[in-house]
């Protein structure tokens, strides 16, 4: 399917006027990361760098973190599972599975000669919400709060929310993101491998190792750097077999390969995420991350009116690679998405003003 953004240019408008309003200011390049202190920022602080397609951190949100996170607790409720861990040097899945227990150990100790291994996407088939109810509770409440109505997946502002409840809802989490340190591999391979998502995302860490420290390291590239990001990684891997080597998701770049970037006129982002620490990705920034220790994650995708426009744009990339390569599937339906978040608009403003046509002819 093709997308034009021409054809839902009113309906953008009408989405856009509902969210929240903030005096548009030039874009502007930004070297450091604004962080922002749960509870202590307003909607128009968090929009000025959102809208300009800028990520964002917010800290001690874990002060409303509810539900037992630690490993000890996921060895003891899921124990007997079978779970498929995946080497981070090699990016290949480990065989034969493990069971939740014995990765849940290793995550504890992984020891100094051992390979880093994570486990992504869990659980990979069955909803977060239905599979662990109480830590889906905590998740939602510990988004901070005045970027729920944006960043919950059933959050007013969150387009993808007002799918009817009996329709084919895309799954876009929550989901959880485990992994060791590098254990010695340097920054060659990292933790998750450089890639972008066509939606925006909120990623929190609610459990690591040494609560004392740095617990990942992400480097999240500007979105209009795509361009000159993909090139260079065509230049040095000339014989790459992908059509798209942001979108397979098997390249880390290393300090080396940032120098050169840099040399490009490219640089990204770096964060170093903290316990309790929620990171907000924009949508098409392309993006890695490394463990500095064994860290638990759990992360939501959304689609927020600020970056609806490049949403449209980056599903033909996504399906020019789904086509050519082996690209996911188009999960988020986009057309359908947006018509039900028309709808739902629509029908909201209909109901505001009979509404408040009602009020006034009483009195």
Not at 178 to 193: E, L, N, Q, S, V
Not at 328 to 344: C, G, T
Request: charged content about 20%; overall charge neutral; hydrophobic content about 40%.
């Amino acid at each position: 399917m093709i997308y034009d953004f021409e054809e839902f240019a009113d309906l953008i408008a009408t989405l856009r006027s509902c969210s929240i309003p903030i005096r548009p200011k030039e874009p502007k390049t930004c070297s450091v990361v604004p962080l922002l202190r749960d509870g202590h920022f307003t909607s128009a602080d968090f929009l000025e760098h959102w809208a300009l397609g800028v990520p964002v951190v917010v800290s001690e949100v874990d002060k409303r973190l509810q539900g037992r996170w630690h490993p000890d607790d996921f060895a003891r409720e899921y124990g007997a599972q079978k779970v498929s861990p995946v080497d981070c040097v090699s990016n290949k899945v480990i065989k034969p599975a493990w069971t939740v227990s014995d990765f849940f150990g290793y995550l504890k100790d992984p020891g100094k000669s051992k390979v880093a291994m994570k486990l992504k996407d869990w659980p990979p088939s069955k909803s977060f919400s239905d599979t662990f109810k109480d830590l889906y509770r905590g998740f939602l409440r510990s988004i901070p709060v005045l970027c729920q109505d944006m960043a919950r997946v059933d959050g007013v502002l969150n387009l993808a929310a007002h799918f009817p409840k009996n329709g084919n809802v895309p799954d876009l989490g929550p989901k959880m993101y485990i992994a060791t340190g590098p254990k010695g591999h340097g920054d060659r391979y990292g933790t998750t491998k450089l890639h972008l998502d066509v939606t925006d995302a909120i990623n929190l860490l609610p459990w690591c190792a040494d609560p004392t420290r740095p617990a990942a390291v992400w480097h999240i590239f500007p979105a209009d750097s795509a361009g000159v990001l993909r090139q260079y990684l065509r230049d040095i891997h000339p014989d790459a077999p992908s059509c798209d080597p942001i979108h397979s998701q098997g390249i880390y770049i290393s300090d080396d390969m940032m120098s050169q970037l840099a040399s490009r006129g490219v640089r990204p982002w770096t964060i170093f995420q903290r316990y309790g620490d929620a990171v907000f990705i924009p949508a098409g920034c392309a993006h890695q991350v490394s463990n500095l220790q064994s860290a638990i994650k759990v992360a939501c995708d959304f689609v927020s009116v600020q970056n609806l426009e490049r949403t449209l744009s980056l599903l033909q990339d996504q399906r020019a690679h789904r086509i050519h390569g082996n690209g996911p599937e188009d999960v988020l339906q986009l057309h359908i998405l947006l018509w039900y978040a028309w709808l739902s608009v629509t029908t909201c403003s209909k109901q505001t003003y009979q509404d408040e046509s009602d009020s006034v002819l009483a009195q």
